[in-house]
């Protein structure tokens, strides 16, 4: 099982990335996936997640800024982050969950002028 993420950086204010979420080596299609981020010194949060049947949760501070999507003929996630602020800085997770949970190592994103 594997899950890598890609496209963290370092971005200006107001301005967008977009994550990715490659897996492998389970089901994806029937797992929800999630992304998480994690700041220096806080906890782990959610952030978005899509189901299987490809409903949508989104933590109020980014609502109406990001979306997350699927595509499971590719077996990826993705994050779409627009209109991004200094407080989106954090390592982004992607997590698949159903029966089992798996986690990715992480991308970075950092938010600065």
């Known amino acids: 099982v594997q899950l890598v993420e890609s496209g963290g950086g370092l971005v200006q204010p107001g301005g967008s990335l977009r994550l990715s979420c490659a897996a492998s080596g389970f089901t994806f299609s029937s797992y929800a996936m999630s992304w998480f981020r994690q700041a220096p010194g806080k906890e782990r949060e959610l952030v978005a997640t899509i189901s299987s049947g490809y409903s949508t949760y989104y933590a109020d501070s980014v609502k109406g800024r990001f979306t997350i999507s699927r595509d499971n003929a590719k077996n990826t996630a993705y994050l779409q982050m627009d209109s991004l602020k200094p407080e989106d800085t954090a390592r982004y997770y992607c997590?698949?969950?159903?029966?089992?949970?798996?986690w990715g190592q992480g991308t970075q994103v950092t938010v600065s002028s």
């Open positions: 997590r698949a969950a159903s029966a089992f949970r798996y």
